[in-house]
């Protein structure tokens, strides 16, 4: 309401204080000429529309994250994950980790420094892992991705596993195939070879997309077939979700990242909004 107000107050005022034009007399670039003239005055009035913005996004934001956390506490709160602190304290927190990360290793101490002096608090480790080739499995085995497919008919548990020394191994409601992968040198492509050495299948693809929890792969070449995307989730957040919700979690996941180009748009898109308006009643 204040930008309201304050645009309006400034379209009036420069209306009484020029030449003595009629509102009926207005034309499109003479409300195009207050509008700019107002705002290049008064630039500031971009980012208020910008903070009003990024305010109530980041409210809705945290809304979501709240829903998705009560949708996965399970898995985030019971699942059996290393703890330390209190296990029956009043506050949990959930560290996600990766082995090869530097930052995590050199917090440590504060945490451990934070645990000592509160005695209410339940402190769960949850292995995460995301920034090297190594980061594809762990000590106690590996990451399992499961694969999600936009097929009504399809129902099958297959998990893909991408282990230390390039051994592959995908299991198809527990039955497993050994294979090996590759990550091309210089390049964004996989070799994937499944069926180990009794004439298996070798495909190359091309990574699309991954993050801690989405693992996206595209089959090289022709893109006319039907299946060239190899579509992946971490396996305890993708768990149940449809196709239409593992592309929803993505798509908050990949706007989150891209939220400051957003609150530019939008702010320039609410300004071109504002001229249509005042060009269409004055």
């Known amino acids: 309401m204040k930008i309201t107000h304050a645009l309006f107050a400034a379209l009036t005022g420069a209306t009484l204080l020029a030449a003595p034009v009629q509102a009926s007399e207005l034309t499109k670039s003479d409300v195009e000429q207050i509008v700019r003239d107002y705002l290049v005055k008064n630039p ?8 009003a913005l990024r305010a109530k996004q980041e409210s809705q934001q945290a809304e979501n994250d709240k829903t998705l956390i009560e949708a ?12 330390s602190g209190n296990p029956k304290g009043s506050l949990t927190v959930v560290e996600f980790f990766d082995y090869n990360c530097g930052y995590c290793k050199r917090a ?38 499961l694969e999600v497919r936009d097929e009504e008919n399809f129902h099958n548990t297959v998990l893909h596993f991408f282990n230390e020394g390039g051994e592959y191994l995908r299991s198809t409601d527990g039955n497993v195939i050994k294979g090996r992968w590759r990550l091309l040198e210089g390049t964004n492509k996989i070799l994937i070879e499944s069926g180990g050495d009794k004439g298996g299948l070798t495909e190359l693809y091309e990574l699309a997309y991954l993050d801690s929890i989405f693992f996206i792969l595209k089959k090289h070449g022709s893109q006319q077939r039907k299946k060239k995307y190899f579509v992946m989730g971490f396996e305890p957040y993708v768990q149940g979700l449809e196709w239409r919700d593992y592309a929803e979690a993505l798509f908050n996941t990949y706007r989150s990242k891209h939220r400051t180009y957003q609150y530019t748009m939008a702010a320039v898109i609410i300004v071109v909004i504002l001229i249509l308006l005042f060009s269409l009643f004055y």
Do not use: C
Not at 44 to 51: A, F, G, P, Y
Not at 72 to 83: G, I, S, Y
């Open 108 to 145: 440590h101490p504060l945490v451990q420094q934070l645990l000592d002096e509160d005695k209410d608090i339940r402190y769960i480790y949850k292995q995460f892992p995301i920034l090297s080739e190594t980061s594809y499995y762990s000590s106690s085995g590996g990451k399992p991705w």
């Open 72 to 83: 996965h506490a399970k898995q985030l709160f019971a699942n059996k994950d290393p703890e």
């Open 44 to 51: 500031e009035i971009l980012v208020e529309m910008s903070n």
